[in-house]
């Protein structure tokens, strides 16, 4: 992949960038070779998109790109968000769960007045 | 439904139990106080005397009321038959099947630390799983934190325990946003918002763990006894490491399931509510235990602080029994691991205890449980008698040194008045309260003693009678300085000053030498003036007080001694202060020492970092948040919206460290705000906000 094409200062934001965008991934506990692809679609994706708006940055743009990534796949895969293994899925888990947790029940309301002492 | 006859068994058992009790304590007192008035100079006829006479009496009668209750104990047990007894008749099969009786295991928390809440949640769910009725239970964590960190990290400890679990939908978590009348307002908006989905709930505190077969067997009991409103258990003590805790524990394990029996001997169906490891009907508790406020301000007005006390005796003033089931096992809890975090906490009981005063005499109330509140607050309330009887004792040995004899006062007479100082008498008067204070826990022993499996978890028969001896000569150190502080807390409750309801420290950490010095420093110096005076003035008073102001005097190494774990596990390591859970740990308990060692927390990664600093870097915890905050959106004005977008600038430009708790729970509260700072620290190319926030493009 032509990474490191362009000036010496874009290859430094675009390491940088490359280094964001494998924290982030790094945070959703997924297997390295997912990670790695996933980080060269959002970087490859940023940089298309710096030829369209070269006033952003490529930090800025690649964790965009990875949200945009993540989102749609997100979307497309199972909404369980808990897998057989017992583990959170990592891509569904992260977007599934805003859409999905329940930690309570549905309201049924009574009532609970103050007794009274004299 | 009215209690205006007695026309149960249990009732008019009590009656008679609770004369006797009565007429033990009065008779045993009366000839107490008679030898006390004989051994002073004066035979109790001065002003001082007489009421050193009265103080004394009322010490020896509250004394005495543990002495009895115990004997009492000893005699259910001996007797190894209660009629009585509510667990009675459930020892069948394990199962609620056809009961359709479901029941919420609520666990309010307030700034507690996350991962051992969430460790006792899932060995108690892990253990009831166990005994395949785990789908008659909900368990709801209700958090009354403030931290803004705690509440993100119970947050990401809910999701983790929900996921290794695979228990979404089964364990809740709740946060309020207002935390009105604290535990007991917290409770009350769980039964108004789910309490009718529940025919009971299982009240835990934040270190409570209890087996899932003591669980099943609570609702059997409950199912069995339809007018019982409260089943409280009696909880063992466990899981510490200091040495003063494992005394605790060893006290708690070796004497109370005597005193356990002899309440329930006494009170049967007007037992006591402790507040945690208790099961409650919950629609007579709607009915019938919501608490008022109290005319008049804090803290002898204001809302009720020691809210389990009056619960029952509402309950019971509704109708509906409490009973203790003082012989069901599984029931444990943790007691504090240093000597301070233990007078915090009786800080706050004493404070809460003496309200109970007033409620005391609220018409309505069970005379039993009026009797309850006024037992309480003679706990504390007996430390600032004891304090007066030493004063005013020391008083009368000084002032009889100064004094110059009158053997011919004026009137007519026919013998000098000598005063006269009995030194055998005050021997045997000391004996007898010994006897009183010392007695029971030699029972307690002998009761082990005849049970070899049992004295075989304690180490055996001679290092428990060693852990006894140690266990006596620990509490009489202990007990002056408790004495001292219970004595200055309800000095100040009765000024109407009020004290903070500050989380417990619940981990074994250790006292530093610096904070004993501030808390017991004037302890010592007032010892020591004490002492040097009686040593200078009446030197076998001096020696008669030893025993009250030498602890005093060591109070400082003491604490600090006392918290140590390593202290605390040395005496373990020789057998002393065994308790049978250390020796042959439940399941529950391995489980819970498990989920504790286990590292493995799939969304706590970035550990370095704070709940809140978690909640706007780790996108798993951003979205756990998030999802939370679900349906919490809510409408702002103007004003508050613009403030609101000034304080995420500040938390861009200046970082996490500049934000006060107050601004992080704004942030933490909109999910715009959230979402948006999660957005843009991921995507600034600046690094100096990237460093702020803990330089997380360099992970």
Redesign the interface.
């Given at each position: 992949m032509p990474m490191s094409r362009g000036q010496p200062l874009h290859d430094k934001n675009w390491r940088r960038a490359q280094q964001r965008v494998l924290a982030y991934l790094q945070f959703l506990n997924l297997s390295s070779v997912e990670t790695l692809e996933l980080a060269l679609q959002a970087l490859n994706q940023a940089r298309s998109r710096l030829e369209d708006s070269p006033e952003s940055h490529p930090i800025t743009e690649s964790w965009r790109a990875l949200q945009a990534i993540l989102a749609e796949r997100a979307s497309s895969a199972t909404q369980d968000l808990v897998s057989l293994e017992g583990k959170l899925h990592p891509l569904t888990g992260i977007h599934g769960l805003c859409g999905q947790i329940q930690a309570m029940p549905a309201l049924n309301r009574g009532s609970m007045v103050p007794g009274k002492l004299r | 439904m009215n209690l205006t006859s007695f026309d149960k068994p249990w009732e008019k058992a009590a009656r008679l139990r609770r004369l006797l009790l009565l007429a033990l304590i009065i008779t045993t007192s009366v000839i107490a106080s008679g030898h006390m008035a004989d051994i002073l100079p004066h035979r109790g006829a001065t002003r001082l005397e007489f009421v050193i006479v009265i103080v004394f009496a009322t010490l020896f009668a509250w004394i005495s009321i543990g002495f009895w209750e115990a004997m009492a104990g000893l005699f259910t047990l001996a007797r190894r038959v209660d009629r009585f007894s509510i667990t009675l008749g459930i020892e069948g099969d394990l199962t609620l099947e056809g009961t359709g009786a479901r029941t919420a295991i609520l666990i309010p928390v307030a700034n507690e630390e996350p991962d051992r809440v969430f460790a006792g949640i899932k060995a108690t769910y892990q253990s009831l799983e166990d005994t395949g009725q785990i789908r008659h239970f909900?368990f709801f964590v209700l958090s009354d934190s403030s931290d803004p960190d705690r509440w993100v990290e119970e947050e990401i400890a809910?999701?983790e325990t929900c996921?290794?679990l695979?228990a979404?939908?089964r364990i809740?978590?709740?946060r309020r946003r207002v935390n009105l009348k604290r535990k007991s307002g917290n409770i009350?908006d769980f039964?108004?918002?789910?309490?009718?989905?529940y025919r009971y709930m299982i009240v835990f505190d934040a270190d409570s763990v209890m087996a899932g077969e003591s669980l099943v067997r609570m609702v059997q009991a409950m199912e069995r006894h339809p007018k019982v409103g409260i089943l409280q258990t009696a909880p063992l003590a466990v899981n510490r490491e200091t040495l003063i805790a494992r005394t605790q524990q060893f006290a708690n394990h070796v004497y109370s399931s005597m005193f356990a029996a002899g309440l329930h001997f006494i009170q049967l169906g007007d037992s006591h509510f402790w507040g945690h490891n208790a099961i409650i009907r919950v629609e007579p508790f709607?009915?019938?235990?919501?608490?008022?406020?109290?005319p008049g301000k804090p803290p002898r007005g204001g809302f009720i602080m020691s809210h389990d006390f009056v619960e029952a005796a509402?309950m019971r003033?509704g109708g509906w029994e409490v009973w203790l089931a003082y012989v069901l096992g599984g029931s444990y809890e943790e007691v504090p691991p240093t000597l301070l975090e233990e007078l915090k906490r009786d800080r706050r009981w004493c404070q809460g205890n003496l309200q109970h005063i007033r409620?005391a005499f609220?018409?309505?109330l069970l005379s039993a449980h009026r009797a309850l509140f006024l037992h309480g607050a003679m706990s504390y309330g007996s430390s600032l008698l004891w304090f007066v009887f030493i004063t005013l004792s020391t008083t009368a040995a000084i002032t009889e040194a100064f004094r110059t004899p009158v053997y011919f006062p004026e009137g007519r007479t026919l013998f000098p008045d000598w005063p006269v100082w009995h030194p055998q008498w005050a021997l045997t008067l000391l004996g007898t309260t010994a006897i009183i204070l010392f007695m029971p826990k030699l029972f307690s022993i002998l009761l082990i003693m005849f049970k070899s499996d049992q004295v075989r978890k304690y180490g055996g028969r001679l290092k428990l009678l060693a852990s006894l001896v140690l266990e006596v000569f620990l509490s009489a150190l202990f007990a002056p300085v408790r004495m001292l502080f219970h004595s200055k807390f309800v000095f100040i409750t009765l000024l109407g000053r009020q004290v903070g309801w500050g989380p417990q420290q619940r981990s074994d950490l250790g006292t530093g030498w610096m904070e004993a010095i501030r808390f017991h420093g004037m302890g010592t110096l007032l010892a020591l003036i004490w002492a040097m005076a009686l040593f200078f003035i009446n030197r076998s008073f001096f020696w008669w007080n030893a025993p009250i102001f030498i602890p005093l005097l060591l109070s400082i190494p003491l604490s600090v001694w006392s918290s140590r774990a390593s202290v605390g596990r040395g005496f373990r390591m020789l057998g002393l202060l065994l308790i049978p859970e250390e020796t042959e740990q439940p399941m529950v308990l391995k489980s819970l020492e498990a989920s504790l060692a286990s590292e493995h927390k799939?969304?706590a990664?970035?550990p370095e970092a704070g709940g809140f600093v978690k909640a706007i870097?780790?996108?798993?915890v951003n979205?756990?948040h998030?999802?939370?905050l679900?349906g919490k959106e809510r409408n702002v004005t103007q004003a508050i919206a613009s403030g609101r977008a000034g304080l995420l600038e500040k938390a861009m430009s200046q970082g996490p460290l500049s934000l006060n708790p107050r601004e992080k729970r704004i942030i933490l509260y909109d999910p715009v705000l959230v979402e948006e700072l999660h957005r843009r620290v991921?995507?600034?190319?600046d690094d100096r906000i990237v460093s702020l926030w803990g330089g997380?493009?360099?992970?």
């Open positions: - | 909900d809910w999701a996921r290794s695979r979404f939908n809740f978590y709740r009350a039964c108004r918002r789910w309490g009718k989905n709607m009915q019938h235990c919501g608490l008022p406020e109290l509402f003033r409620i609220a018409k309505g799939t969304f990664s970035y870097i780790n996108p798993v979205a756990i998030l999802g939370l679900r991921w995507e600034t190319p997380i493009g360099r992970h």
